[in-house]
């Protein structure tokens, strides 16, 4: 059964919600299902650097960059979903977005509410992550010092880098197939650095090593543990080649 509200109440009841309308950050519009704009708040004429006057009536198809129209999608897969795409200003400049969307009445007929997000800073961050992401994986596949991550639970190899490879004389497809670490490992090891699996433990120790030609090498490693991806891991750095036997 739906309430009743005095006229006083529903008064109140839409002085909050124009409030929300009006005061909300992103960008709000009401659309028939032909992509035509029939209401717009504020936030959404500053999206596009246009008045409301101007935004009512227009199409969505006005409202996004000439190369981008083709990818607008019809009215059944904006309701009740969510899609990212890109909204065009009045001086042409080109903003991503994200629009959430869902059915409503308005003024007696069926619409679309739809909330546009300006994502143009979270794509921002997400580049400069990818940016930051690979220029410390150049670091490691490029660093002059053998180097390798390996899972401390299975205690499987999880990245080895390129000086790594040339030393043991391995592939990288190889490190990934072999059932452990102690596959390189040329003598029995009393005790390991390994035995307590907590991230920020820090070992320099000495080691005897076997390549895949057979041959043995004597290394001073530093191993690191951390945690990546919520497992810990060690970090393994091949500091110094003591000596090298066939």
């Known amino acids: 059964m739906k309430a009743a509200y005095s006229s006083y109440e529903l008064e109140k009841r839409e002085h909050f919600f124009r409030t929300v309308f009006e005061s909300s950050p992103d960008a709000i519009f009401v659309e028939d299902f032909e992509g035509n704009v029939l209401e717009a708040n504020p936030a959404a004429c500053r999206l596009h650097g246009l008045r409301r006057e101007q935004l009512l009536g227009k199409n969505v198809?006005?409202?996004?960059?000439?190369?981008?129209?083709?990818?607008?999608?019809?009215?059944?897969?904006?309701?009740?979903?969510?899609?990212?795409?890109?909204?065009?200003?009045?001086d042409?400049?080109?903003?991503?977005?994200?629009?959430?969307?869902?059915?409503?009445?308005?003024?007696?007929?069926?619409?679309?509410?739809?909330?546009?997000?300006?994502?143009?800073?979270?794509?921002?961050?997400?580049?400069?992550?990818?940016?930051?992401?690979?220029?410390?994986?150049?670091?490691?596949?490029?660093?002059?010092?053998?180097?390798?991550?390996?899972?401390?639970?299975?205690?499987?190899?999880?990245?080895?880098?390129?000086?790594?490879?040339?030393?043991?004389?391995?592939?990288?497809?190889?490190?990934?197939?072999?059932?452990?670490?102690?596959a390189i490992w040329a003598q029995t090891r009393n005790g390991s650095p390994e035995l307590l699996y907590l991230p920020n433990l820090v070992e320099v120790a000495t080691a005897k090593h076997r390549r895949k030609d057979g041959s043995t090498l004597n290394v001073e490693l530093t191993l690191h543990t951390m945690t990546l991806d919520d497992r810990v891991v060690a970090f393994v750095m091949i500091s110094k080649v003591i000596s090298a036997c066939r």
Request: aromatic share 8%; proline share 5%.
């Open 92 to 182: 042409g400049k080109t903003i991503p977005v994200a629009i959430r969307s869902s059915r409503i009445s308005y003024m007696g007929r069926s619409a679309i509410l739809l909330q546009v997000r300006d994502i143009t800073e979270n794509r921002r961050a997400e580049k400069a992550l990818r940016e930051s992401e690979e220029r410390y994986r150049l670091l490691f596949d490029r660093n002059p010092q053998p180097m390798w991550v390996h899972d401390l639970e299975s205690r499987r190899f999880v990245a080895v880098n390129e000086a790594a490879l040339r030393l043991y004389k391995y592939s990288r497809d190889e490190f990934a197939l072999m059932p452990s670490i102690d």
């Open 61 to 90: 198809s006005e409202l996004v960059p000439a190369d981008h129209r083709d990818f607008v999608v019809g009215p059944e897969q904006l309701v009740e979903g969510e899609v990212e795409g890109y909204s065009q200003t009045s």
